[in-house]
């Protein structure tokens, strides 16, 4: 609902309210992640679509489609994906007024930013480093009724992008995230294939390790999804501490008194588990299994002036607003 009156607030009240929208918090945003298929080319020729009108943007698209690059979220088949990113709002808002435009640009002068370029759209968009950026891998989305027959025919996603040789421009961005996240389903896959190997954990560790804080694994079925069977899971039941969350602290990880975490996003919030046997998991279980390996393969390769910064694997659940 509109409010009409918005301009007769004082001034110090309106920006306020234009910071509070367009800075929440910790938010998330989040990117489709590009790479050479043996399916084809059809999402990197979707993410150029706007540039192949001459020689030079059909040059650009194949460069690109040899590698691994960032695009912004994209639908699924024929339904539309609703993108939370906070960064269309930060975005809009620009637009609306030169009180929002100006709020912006304070925000962002006050903090360091990471710089995101999407190739295929030539946009550039800048989000905070201390923000979520999350990588989407799976060319098309998971979906609950395909996804255990498309991975008894084809390796989880990320050994692909880890085989290709990635763009200069997502090597910076991951470089200057301190928060990444990804989702847990594409962390692993069934039948032929099974989970990632040590070889595949330590490489993608590799390739996020500088400077991270946190790397984040986000279950978008808990509390929502019928067909996982999860939908009566309750955000108060995840929040109590249980054996495998604490078994996932290491003896690097002291934050056993920390409040869960909470990252914002437009019409949802991603909310700390801890109490991960709610989730489904169990000790042997490939998401669980695959957090305790890259927890530890990141703390132990940060060094130098890295070392000690990364504070753990942390799971979040999505809440609808």
């Known amino acids: 609902m509109a409010f009409k009156h918005f301009g007769n607030l004082p001034l110090e009240l309106q920006m306020k309210i234009w910071q509070t929208y367009t800075h929440p918090g910790p938010a998330m945003h989040i990117f489709d992640v590009c790479f050479p298929s043996w399916k084809g080319d059809e999402r990197a020729e979707r993410a150029f679509e706007t540039q192949r009108k001459d020689k030079a943007g059909e040059a650009k698209l194949n460069n690109y489609k040899k590698m691994v690059f960032l695009d912004r979220l994209e639908n699924v088949r024929s339904k539309a994906a609703f993108d939370p990113s906070v960064y269309h709002a930060t975005a809009t808002s620009r637009l609306i007024s030169r009180l929002a435009e100006q709020t912006v640009r304070e925000i962002e002068a006050r903090q360091a930013m990471n710089e995101i370029h999407l190739p295929g ?8 480093a201390s923000d979520v950026l999350m990588l989407r891998f799976r060319e098309e989305p998971s979906d609950h009724n395909d996804l255990a027959t498309e991975t008894l025919l084809v390796p989880p996603p990320i050994k692909d992008i880890l ?4 763009s200069p421009e997502i090597a910076t961005a991951l470089q200057n995230a301190k928060k990444v996240a990804i989702d847990v ?3 692993w896959a069934t039948g032929l294939y099974g989970e990632l190997g040590l070889e595949e954990v330590a490489f993608l560790a590799c390739t996020i390790q500088k400077g991270l804080e946190v790397l984040y694994l986000v279950d978008e079925c808990t509390g929502r999804c019928k067909q996982c069977g999860r939908q009566n899971v309750k955000m108060s039941e995840i929040r109590t501490p249980d054996a495998l969350w604490k078994g996932l602290r290491t003896k690097n990880t002291d934050d056993q008194e920390r409040p869960g975490d909470i990252v914002h996003a437009v019409s949802r919030r991603y909310v700390e588990a801890r109490n991960l046997s709610a989730l489904g998991w169990e000790e042997e279980h490939p998401s669980y299994i695959f957090a305790c390996l890259i927890d530890t393969a990141i703390k132990s390769q940060q060094e130098g002036e890295d070392r000690g910064k990364f504070q753990g694997v942390r799971v979040l659940v999505v809440e609808d607003e």
């Open 121 to 128: 759209r030539a946009q550039k968009v800048s989000i905070p």
């Open 163 to 166: 085989e290709n040789q990635w």
């Open 185 to 187: 389903s594409e962390t």
